[in-house]
């Protein structure tokens, strides 16, 4: 596990440099405190305790906590975590479909681990509260949205500590979690949403009801948009196991058009709900992706 | 269909190769993670029909090549033979056409020479157990022709005997012969070899024949042309005599027809040759291209008797056997005939006999054709009749028994009785001495003189009918006018009975249907009754140009010389009718090359084969077959009468002149695939590799293949990957 410092696997100095003038600006309203970034529908101030630290000069004496100071005997402030006007929550696909790699390429679970972890930087950067969620068929992890660095940090262990595999069932996952989060927050997926796409677009549309915004990075590896196979091959299925051979060739042609129609499918029903809906080919390097649709989406 | 390598056959178990990988080999397939397998199987399920279509196509086409390749390998032919695995036993039946028009020069040699080079290239590829049969078109027939014989030294010998003949082909005859021959060897390879010129004229035949009647699926025809570019040809086609009665010293005329067969002008003169001598030639004449020229030929006889002529056209050219045309000729020269009259009248041209005697003695008797002599009616029973060859009987009253049994007499030695109507013939007086003589004396029973005068529906009759089969009147047909203005006044009428009409012949008649002139024979003899006299107050018959030249005919024709002097084509066969050799005892025939034989006949209308000789007496009638060689044929009865002499000019076909060919489109139109045409009559090996081999198949099949793998690749890149963008 990398520390916080800067040395965690999914968080390359050379793409967050090329990012650092970039944020992710709610479009909606979103609760929380203005604090500088985001709108917030309610007035005042709110403040929750976040955790201590020790106390240096230059700090505000007020916030000096004296209950530790009378246990410990040692000075430490306390560390406030202000309620940002953005909370986001990372869904993270961790199914077996997601473990997908061309050989020497990197795999689509590589690829959105790296994107979660920018997006994670990006969002505590903002001082916003950035949770992640990891599934498959079931919830392998959910951490709660906070903005403090303690928290990105035990976010960046969990997710280099994280295996995909397993089955996706992505509807109800999703359902389930538009169930849950009470609080309007940004809702990214990272996902090859291999599902059933009017499930699945019927989930999205669940968040939307709940007042979420979504963004849907949509990750797939160049072999799936292309399908460049040839000949006879046994392709196995990355979370069922299950084996078939088949003419590459000769059903090259339908594939295709089957994969177009799915992702088709995803960008018309993102349109409708107002989602964004955001192609991630590996092959393209996830920084680049990424700058491309923050400078786009910051420029609507 | 034949293979000419049939072992390859066997690769075709090669396209058994394809079904076997696609039911038991599996490509041993690359495993491969993926991250979901929904699409493959929703793509998989969609095309699944298509791709068995697809798979089902190429595995027929991928088979279909290695079995094409297999049967191209085998090198596959269409053979008209039937023979499946290369040479077998043969049979060929080779039609040599050696007609007159095989003579031709084409370059420096005849066609029947080239012919003959193409016969023996065909004999060279018969093989030991292979049969041949040689079927000359014309000509003497050989002995061994039209059998099959495996003896090649036999048909060698056969086939330099055979030379140009003079007459005309039956191809389709002879091809008919040929397949009926085939059809009965046991040999599995047969074929029919025509070497021919293939003139128009030779296949004249074909439409009468059923298409069955040639060539089959196993017994193909194989044409070889033997004719090229001809030599320039001129030919005397035809030589007509003129209608005057040939006599000594009387000028003759013949009209020759010649015909220049070539497309430039030829310049030729024509002789006359008799009894052997150069007797005259005609001036040059100039022959336009492609064209025919009536060209009139003035000459006289010298002699009497039989003359043996010739006309031919002086020089060389492009054949000789189209360049004469023989004659024979009856000359007449003091023929004895005799005018028997009653009495005379003081006034000479008021004597019934005086226009008779006038165109007998002016007409012929001058030249020295005929020698007349006058006969008093009251010397007729002591006159040695037999000596006269006609006896003219002029105005006679009814003849006593005894002269009426000389004539009867008279008329069975052979004698020839013309009578002749006027004051003194009275019908029922002529009837009795008929049935005292047993009816021979006259060719029908006198019924009634009949006269315009106390008339008034008429002032005359006239001839309104001539017989024009009949050898002395045919020449008098044209103009018309020539017999119809012959007027009769007065006539005696005939009743023609019906047990005599099958004998009795009128030559002439009137115009009311009567008869004028009737003719019957009497054994050897013959009678002729003219129904009216030669007093111009009875007809003006005797003032009309018609009359002298009618005399001469009809004296010339029962003096029998014009009947003695036939012309045949050659091959056709002499026939002499029973009625002529029935008193003979045997006949001589001398051929043109001077041959004589002899034949002994059977007595008196026996229709027994001839005692000796080969030439039979057929049906009574008297045949001599062997008229192949042109030029005059003279044929001799001998017998207790004494002999006789006939003469037959054989001449060659002049339809062979006619050089128009029988279009190859005809041929296949008819027969199809069934007949061939070989291309060089000088190098038949191209035709026989052909025959041996069939036409080869093997481009199509490679064709075939070459299509089927396009197909495939079609097929396969169609349904199969695009290129992947890389």
Redesign the interface.
């Known amino acids: 596990m990398a520390d916080h410092q800067g040395g965690y696997r999914y968080l390359d100095p050379h793409a967050l440099a090329g990012m650092k003038n970039l944020t992710l600006i709610a479009r909606g309203v979103v609760e929380g405190f203005i604090s500088g970034l985001h709108a917030s529908p309610y007035k005042g101030f709110s403040v929750e305790f976040a955790e201590h630290r020790e106390y240096v000069p230059g700090d505000d004496p007020r916030r000096i906590d004296y209950r530790m100071l009378a246990r410990t005997d040692r000075l430490y402030v306390k560390q406030y975590e202000e309620e940002t006007n953005m909370r986001v929550q990372i869904l993270l696909d961790a199914s077996g479909?997601?473990n997908?790699r061309q050989e020497g390429k990197i795999s689509?679970f590589a690829y959105a681990c790296h994107l979660t972890a920018v997006l994670g930087y990006l969002m505590l950067r903002q001082q916003d509260a950035v949770g992640l969620t990891a599934f498959d068929r079931q919830l392998k992890f959910d951490l709660a949205a906070h903005a403090s660095p303690r928290h990105f940090n035990e976010m960046m262990r969990r997710l280099e500590a994280l295996e995909p595999g397993g089955e996706t069932d992505i509807p109800a996952v999703l359902h389930r979690l538009a169930d849950r989060f009470q609080r309007r927050r940004l809702i990214v997926l990272i996902s090859?949403l291999?599902g059933e796409p009017k499930e699945v677009s019927r989930a999205l549309h669940h968040f939307r009801h709940r007042h979420h915004e979504v963004i849907i990075f949509h990750v797939l590896?160049k072999?799936?948009t292309?399908?460049?196979?040839?000949?006879?091959?046994?392709?196995?299925?990355?979370?069922?196991n299950?084996?078939?051979?088949?003419?590459?060739?000769?059903?090259?042609?339908?594939?295709l058009?089957?994969?177009a129609e799915?992702q088709s499918h995803y960008r018309q029903a993102c349109a409708e709900a107002g989602i964004d809906y955001v192609a991630a080919e590996t092959s393209m390097p996830y920084e680049l992706m990424l700058s491309r649709y923050l400078a786009a989406r910051n420029r609507r | 269909m034949s293979f000419a390598a049939p072992l390859f056959l066997l690769t075709a178990l090669a396209a058994l190769i394809p079904l076997l990988l696609h039911l038991f080999y599996r490509q041993p397939a690359k495993e491969l993670p993926f991250p979901t397998l929904r699409f493959l199987k929703l793509s998989m399920e969609k095309t699944r029909r298509r791709k068995r279509i697809h798979d089902l196509l190429l595995l027929l086409l991928r088979s279909a090549a290695l079995l094409l390749t297999a049967l191209g390998l085998a090198r596959p032919a269409i053979t008209l033979t039937g023979a499946l695995w290369g040479a077998r036993q043969t049979a060929v039946a080779i039609i040599l056409d050696n007609s007159a028009s095989m003579g031709v020069i084409d370059g420096d040699s005849p066609r029947l020479e080239t012919a003959r080079t193409a016969a023996a290239q065909i004999l060279d590829q018969l093989a030991a157990g292979d049969s041949a049969a040689l079927l000359p078109t014309c000509g003497r027939p050989f002995p061994d022709a039209e059998k099959l014989h495996r003896n090649q030294g036999l048909l060698r010998r056969m086939l330099q005997q055979c030379t140009v003949s003079y007459q005309r082909a039956d191809l389709p005859a002879a091809l008919l012969k040929a397949k009926k021959l085939l059809d009965e060897a046991e040999a599995p390879n047969k074929q029919i070899f025509l070497l021919t010129d293939m003139q128009q004229v030779s296949w004249k035949s074909l439409a009468d024949q059923p298409p069955s009647d040639g060539p089959s699926q196993t017994t193909p025809l194989i044409v070889v042309d033997c004719s090229r570019a001809p030599k320039p040809n001129a030919a005397l086609q035809l030589v007509e005599m003129s209608r005057s009665v040939p006599v000594v010293g009387w000028a003759s005329q013949a009209v020759i027809t010649l015909w220049n067969t070539s497309e430039a002008a030829q310049t030729r003169r024509v002789e006359l040759v008799l009894n052997g001598r150069l007797e005259a030639a005609g001036p040059e004449i100039v022959l336009p291209p492609l064209s025919k020229e009536k060209y009139i030929f003035n000459f006289t006889f010298r002699q009497g008797g039989l003359q043996q002529g010739l006309f031919r056209l002086a020089g060389e050219d492009g054949s000789r056997y189209d360049d004469g045309r023989y004659f024979a000729v009856e000359v007449g020269q003091e023929l004895p005939i005799a005018v028997v009259h009653a009495e005379r009248h003081e006034i000479p041209y008021l004597d019934d006999t005086f226009y008779l005697e006038k165109a007998l003695s002016v007409g012929l008797e001058s030249l020295g054709a005929v020698r007349m002599t006058r006969v008093p009616v009251k010397n007729l029973a002591a006159e040695p009749l037999e000596k006269y060859q006609v006896l003219y009987c002029v105005n006679l009253p009814a003849l006593d028994s005894q002269a009426a049994e000389r004539l009867r007499s008279y008329l069975h030695s052979g004698g020839k009785v013309v009578w002749l109507c006027g004051e003194n013939v009275r019908p029922a007086d002529y009837n009795r001495m008929n049935d005292s003589s047993n009816g021979e004396l006259l060719p029908a029973k006198l019924s009634e003189v009949r006269a315009v005068v106390g008339r008034s529906d008429r002032d005359s009759w006239h001839i309104s009918f001539l017989d024009e089969r009949h050898p002395a009147l045919k020449d008098f047909l044209q103009p018309p006018a020539l017999y119809l203005s012959v007027l009769v006044y007065k006539h005696v009428a005939f009743s023609v009975a019906e047990n005599a009409a099958a004998q009795t012949r009128v030559l002439a008649g009137l115009d009311d249907g009567q008869p004028l002139i009737v003719e019957r024979n009497v054994g050897p003899g013959k009678v002729l009754f003219v129904g009216t006299s030669l007093q111009t107050n009875w007809t003006n018959l005797p003032l009309r140009p018609l009359f002298m030249p009618l005399i001469g005919r009809l004296t010339f024709y029962l003096t029998e010389l014009e009947d003695r002097c036939r012309e045949l084509t050659a091959g056709a066969p002499i026939l002499l009718p029973r009625s002529i050799i029935q008193q003979a005892e045997s006949v001589e025939v001398v051929s043109p090359g001077g041959e004589t034989l002899r034949f002994q006949l059977a007595q008196n209308g026996s229709t027994d084969q001839a005692a000796a000789g080969d030439k039979q007496k057929q049906g009574g009638d008297f045949r001599y077959p062997d008229t192949y060689q042109i030029g005059v044929y003279a044929i001799r009865l001998q017998g207790d009468a004494g002999q006789k002499q006939f003469a037959f000019a054989v001449n060659f076909d002049p339809e062979e002149i006619d050089p128009a060919k029988l279009e190859r489109s005809e041929l296949l139109q008819r027969w199809g695939k069934t007949v061939i045409f070989a291309e060089d009559p000088n190098n038949l090996a191209a035709t026989f590799a052909m025959l041996r081999e069939g036409h080869g198949l093997w481009e199509w099949f490679l064709s075939a293949v070459l299509i089927t793998l396009v197909l495939e690749t079609l097929i396969a890149n169609r349904f199969g990957a695009k290129k992947s963008p890389q």
Do not use: C, N, P
């Open positions: 479909s997601m997908y689509k090859d291999y590896d072999a799936e292309t399908f460049s196979f040839q000949g006879v091959v046994a392709f196995r299925d990355l979370e069922s299950e084996r078939i051979e088949l003419d590459a060739s000769y059903l090259r042609a339908h594939y058009k089957e994969m799915f």
